[in-house]
């Protein structure tokens, strides 16, 4: 017996449950709403992601800092931090989210229906679960992803770590190879570095953070070997092995081949969606040749019953906040309203110590659409409050259309970058100059108003201000 619905959601993340509920109170709880998930409810960034990354960030940001003598008057005493507790309280912290922001909140939702299992599409609009058939009128996928692993002759033969995995383990790596100079390489390896692992980062690229500013990207690599991360850059792994309970990867870069030994290996590469098993040819859904969804504005996909949100489809960024926008975006275009995706006032932040925080167009990108653009850089130094807090690596640029002062792209390398890079989301997204983010009164001190000095450096000499020229 088949079973019928309005809107059948598949996943059980971030995409779906923004999609769930605001379908729930556009149609004012009359929709009947299915919600199909597999695995831990909250799909990555709670389980996987941004939760366990950032709680351990926290704590070892916490560690390794308190020893860093900053202040004249302070003595800074020993601490020892228990590696086994610390991942006990990733792992409490993350079942708390789980149930309070997730298994908990469906509750409130009378008209929308929970369900453990796999699906299968067995038409466009007819799906299999574990024997069980269910239609509907619109279909929204938010499958996610998973960790995407290269094909590396000798991994799979003596293990590895993924973003997946790595919170399970209780003894501290004394030296781990990261493959992967992405957000996720950079930022578990600064955690591990302050909590007293030697870190070596392999990437096949020539810089880190490669979706970044080049000179926020170089000026967070000098930062991070400061603190005593190592780098090989532009290299290939060749292969993996094991011996005397070490893993062994050959490294080929241009100075030819070489060796590193190392305890533990966390392949950060990248993620792939989870797509494979839908059978989403039988839904007509699109996808492109690594399996992403392929969606348009609207988050409809080549099927006009079925749209798409969340890792799964193809798009530059993977962000816990992009997703549910994505989904809000789908049921909303679902249940009648007109709304579309819009990537570029979408703000991204790498959580390493400083932040490096981005939205909008990056230079490059603009030069290359737009033939020219303007652009202007400085130094945390020329910060007031950075003097306050005896913390002044970082850089702050602003990327601006040359002939009116619009800006067009903002890009910080701070502490806390993440919690001001809206101001700067902001000011793109409605359109303002350089002359309105000048014009408009900050808070002093903050590290907020290095975004305000930075649009003054268009206009004069900040070397030669004053804390407070307007």
């Given at each position: 017996?088949?079973?019928n ?55 070892s940001?916490?560690?390794f ?40 909140v ?57 973003s ?40 096949a ?12 990207s ?72 690594n ?52 990537y ?78 809206i ?48």
């Open positions: 017996m088949t079973k619905y309005d809107i059948i959601i598949i996943g059980n993340g971030a995409a779906a449950f923004a999609a769930a509920i605001k379908a729930s109170e556009l149609s004012e709880n009359d929709a009947s709403i299915l919600m199909i998930g597999y695995g831990p409810m909250g799909g990555t960034c709670v389980n996987v992601g941004c939760i366990p990354s950032k709680y351990l960030l926290e704590v940001n916490t560690i800092y308190s020893k860093q003598k900053r202040f004249e008057g302070i003595e800074i005493g020993e601490i020892k931090p228990d590696f086994r507790n610390i991942m006990e309280g990733l792992r409490n912290t993350v079942k708390e989210l789980r149930k309070n922001k997730y298994e908990e469906l509750k409130a939702y009378p008209n929308i229906e929970y369900l453990e299992g796999k699906v299968r599409f067995f038409s466009t609009n007819e799906i299999g679960v574990d024997g069980k058939v269910f239609k509907a009128k619109n279909i929204l996928i938010a499958v996610g992803s998973r960790p995407s692993i290269p094909n590396i002759e000798g991994l799979n033969e003596i293990g590895y770590l993924t997946n995995t790595i919170w399970d383990i209780d003894s501290l790596p004394g030296k781990i190879a990261i493959i992967g100079a992405g957000a996720i390489g950079l930022e578990i390896g600064q955690a591990f570095l302050h909590l007293g692992s030697q870190v070596v980062i392999i990437e690229l020539n810089r880190i953070a490669p979706q970044s500013e080049y000179e926020l170089q000026y967070l690599q000098n930062n991070l070997e400061e603190e005593g991360m190592q780098f090989v850059l532009k290299a290939r792994i060749n292969k993996v092995k094991k011996a005397a309970g070490k893993k062994i990867l050959e490294i080929v870069t241009a100075r030819g081949k070489e060796e590193l030994e190392v305890d533990e290996i966390l392949v950060a590469t990248g993620r792939k969606p989870n797509t494979d098993q839908l059978m989403l040819e039988k839904a007509n859904v699109e996808t492109t040749s399996g992403f969804i392929v969606t348009n504005k609207r988050m409809q996909t080549s099927n006009p019953r079925i749209y798409a949100a969340g890792d799964c489809v193809s798009k530059r960024l993977m962000l816990e906040t992009l997703a549910a926008r994505e989904g809000t975006v789908a049921v909303s275009n679902i249940l009648g309203l007109e709304e579309e995706m819009d570029l006032h979408v703000p991204s932040v790498i959580f390493t110590y400083p932040q490096l925080a981005s939205v909008g167009y990056l230079e490059s990108e603009y030069v290359n659409e737009y033939g020219k653009c303007s652009c202007n850089l400085i130094k945390l130094e020329h910060i007031p409050k950075a003097h306050l807090m005896k913390e002044k690596r970082g850089l702050i640029k602003i990327v601006i259309e040359p002939t009116n002062g619009k800006i067009v792209g903002i890009h910080a390398l701070a502490p806390y970058a993440s919690e001001f890079i101001e700067a989301t902001l000011a793109i997204r409605f359109g303002l100059t350089i002359k309105d983010l000048i014009d408009t009164v900050h808070a002093f001190p903050t590290l907020s108003e290095g975004i305000k000095i930075a649009a003054q450096s268009f206009v004069r000499n900040v070397e030669r201000m004053s804390c407070c020229v307007e």
